[in-house]
């Protein structure tokens, strides 16, 4: 499937040989290629839309770079355009505020929040030094509490003694309170996994958003996800308010489609990059990497990078 | 509350009442591939659709009816449900999947209905890696009121596998459930360790494992093509439970997964409590995925 591209963008730009600039109707005939390529690599249909229109303006008038193909370069036009639609920066999380600051994961059933909260407070405490407390609100998933409370031990970062009963927003304040009393610089808040068409639940994350101010809201999204990591995004932003996202699973080998999706829609950086169980494997997000996933073309991109 | 399915609303968009020319097409591919049904049969389905239509006037209603029939007849001969052999005894049933996908409750809820069809059930918590994997699957045991097989954390998976097996037959337990870790089908060293299970238990008794079920996640995209295809190759996989069709994705990757493996789909997950689980029904499917009431 990943060659096909680059051969059936060969195909189209076989008459146009190596000189001149692209042509329209070529680059038309070769966006609708693309397009499909998005499309299998689980890029949002409204954002494939919106990038083929974007990258169809810049490649019309184009010259054609000597050393490569009129296809090649299509290419690499379209690989940069994802570049930058994925995030250039490099953004951390904003921990500039008063101690301390609480950071809240958010996100659906099953899609990392409670090891990506372990691997992110690992970081702060041993990269960043921070002094970091978790705490897990998650009263409805079986043993939640205690999934986070061992992977504190494994880590050495402190969670939030459990007290049963308690509800999500009781445990938020109580966390805050801990976090004010014992000096912590950080309050790590894991959430139970819902559903964005869910208003319940979605009602009980807002209401612990407006107990604690988070600075940071994390969206934490699987990787693998398909065409509804839009409505996914959307929503959690839009209901929520989220501040960054972290892909899990980009250990997978997806095509990774969910990225560019979520970043279309909301704007907001991925912050993070899970690339395994274990709690070291979190990364910081490369979107060059994932552009060259998306289109399946990394070496055709580093090809003409060279021209 | 249930959103509307994004197919239906787009149709209702296109045809107020409108010709199938190559715009609507197109379109109506477009719509299709949003709820995951990939490229290939997003435009398998839209060329049947024209096949004796094209160029003709056609309503919102009748394509969503035509869409919904051809999804029909691609689900129909997978819609199988997981049936419990009285020959076997134990039945073992083993759950695999990539992470998160909802093997465990999965599991829980299975337990529940087979317990509740009066038949005797056991777990073993096979997830020996995961933080707290064990106590989940013991609060589902409990609140099924089913036997749990644990070994500590870390423990190998086969060799807790082969010990629940052999509690399972002494006890004469019509029905065991086997949990795995999660794992994506790229690891290849963790697919090795679930390959050596399935031996495991297969030397343990004959014709084990009855079923090898893989869970999908439904808001998962055209890499569950690729799941099913590389379980299916190390681990036997005989059938597909797809959870959390209660949220907005409709889980079109089925479809591709039928098209393409034939492989029997025996219940979806709805929920996350314990009577949260249907079994699979062609048509059912076929209209939430386009839309129809
Ligand atoms: N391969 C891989 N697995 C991951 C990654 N991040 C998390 N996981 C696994 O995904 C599964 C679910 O992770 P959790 O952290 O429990 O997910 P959650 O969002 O807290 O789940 P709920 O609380 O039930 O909503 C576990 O098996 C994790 O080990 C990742 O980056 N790569
Ligand atoms: N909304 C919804 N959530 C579900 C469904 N099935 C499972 N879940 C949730 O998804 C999350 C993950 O489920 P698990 O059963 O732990 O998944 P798993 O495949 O065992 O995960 P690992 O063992 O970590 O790989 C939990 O929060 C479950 O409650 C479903 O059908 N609908
Ligand atoms: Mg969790
Ligand atoms: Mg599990």
């Known amino acids: 499937m990943f060659d096909s591209l680059s051969d059936r963008l060969g195909g189209i730009f076989d008459g146009l040989k190596r000189k001149g600039a692209l042509k329209e109707a070529h680059v038309t005939e070769a966006l609708r290629e693309v397009r499909v390529a998005l499309l299998e690599a689980d890029v949002a249909l409204p954002v494939v839309k919106d990038f083929v229109a974007k990258v169809k303006e810049k490649a019309i008038g184009q010259e ?9 370069q299509v290419i690499k036009i379209v690989n940069d355009e994802l570049v930058a639609m994925l995030g250039a920066e490099q953004s951390g999380l904003n921990l500039l505020g008063v101690p301390p600051v609480a950071v809240l994961m958010v996100g659906l059933q099953g899609s990392g929040k409670t090891t990506s909260t372990a691997k992110i407070a690992k970081r702060l405490t041993e990269k960043d030094g921070k002094k970091v407390l978790m705490a897990s609100l998650d009263v409805r998933r079986p043993a939640a509490q ?162 | 509350k249930k959103s509307t399915s994004a197919i239906s609303d787009g149709i209702t968009g296109i045809f107020t009442t409108a010709k199938l020319d190559d715009d609507t097409l197109e379109e109506l591919e477009d719509l299709l591939i949003t709820s995951d049904l990939g490229v290939g049969v997003a435009s398998k389905l839209t060329a049947a659709l024209s096949q004796g239509r094209y160029n003709k006037e056609i309503s919102g209603e009748e394509v969503k009816a035509v869409l919904a029939e051809e999804i029909e007849a691609i689900l129909k001969p997978v819609a199988k449900p997981l049936v419990i052999d009285p020959a076997n005894k134990p039945h073992v049933i083993l759950m695999a999947g990539v992470n998160g996908a909802g093997k465990t409750t999965t599991i829980g809820k ?17 997830d020996t890696f995961r933080a707290a994997a064990v106590e989940q699957l013991t609060v589902w045991g409990e609140r099924v009121g089913v036997p749990v097989i644990t070994k500590e954390i870390g423990s190998d998976a086969a060799a807790l596998a082969y010990e629940a097996m052999e509690r399972a037959i002494n006890d004469g337990t019509d029905v065991l459930l086997i949990d795995t870790a999660g794992r994506l089908q790229n690891r290849d060293e963790l697919m090795a360790e679930l390959a050596k299970v399935v031996r495991v238990i297969n030397k343990k008794l004959d014709g084990a494992p009855h079923d090898t079920v893989i869970v999908l996640d439904a808001t998962t995209g055209q890499n569950a093509v690729h799941q099913v295809e590389v379980f299916s190759r190390i681990a036997n996989i005989s059938g597909i439970v797809m959870t959390k069709l209660d949220g907005s994705a409709r889980g079109g990757v089925l479809v591709a997964c039928a098209e393409k493996f034939g492989m029997p789909v025996h219940a979806i997950g709805v929920g996350e409590a314990i009577e949260d689980l249907q079994p699979f029904d062609a048509r059912d499917f076929a209209k939430a995925l386009v839309g129809i009431e």
Not at chain 1, 64 to 72: F, I
Not at chain 1, 194 to 206: G, N, P, Q
Request: proline share 3%; net charge negative; no cysteine.
């Open chain 2, 110 to 126: 299975l337990a529940k209905k087979f317990r509740d069809e009066g038949k005797s059930v056991m777990l073993a918590a096979g």
């Open chain 1, 64 to 72: 054609v770079l000597k050393s490569v193909t009129p296809g090649q």
């Open chain 1, 146 to 307: 205690e999934q986070l409370k061992i992977l504190g031990e494994q880590t050495g970062v402190k969670t939030l003694p459990i007290i049963a009963g308690q509800q999500p927003v009781e445990i938020a304040k109580r966390a805050m309170e801990a976090g004010r009393l014992q000096g912590f610089d950080v309050v790590m808040l894991d959430t139970a996994g819902r559903l964005h068409v869910d208003a319940s639940l979605m009602a009980e994350v807002i209401a612990v958003r407006d107990a604690t101010s988070p600075l940071e809201t994390i969206l934490v999204a699987d990787s693998l996800t398909g065409q509804d990591a839009v409505n996914v995004a959307k929503e959690f932003d839009a209901q929520v308010g989220i501040t960054g996202v972290a892909l899990t699973r980009m250990d997978g080998d997806g095509r990774g489609g969910a990225a560019l999706s979520m970043r279309a829609v909301t704007g907001k950086p991925i912050k993070f990059a899970g690339t395994g169980e274990k709690m070291e494997a979190l990364e910081d997000f490369h979107p060059e990497r994932v552009a060259s996933r998306i289109l399946g073309m990394g070496d055709v991109v580093s090809l003409v990078e060279k021209a």
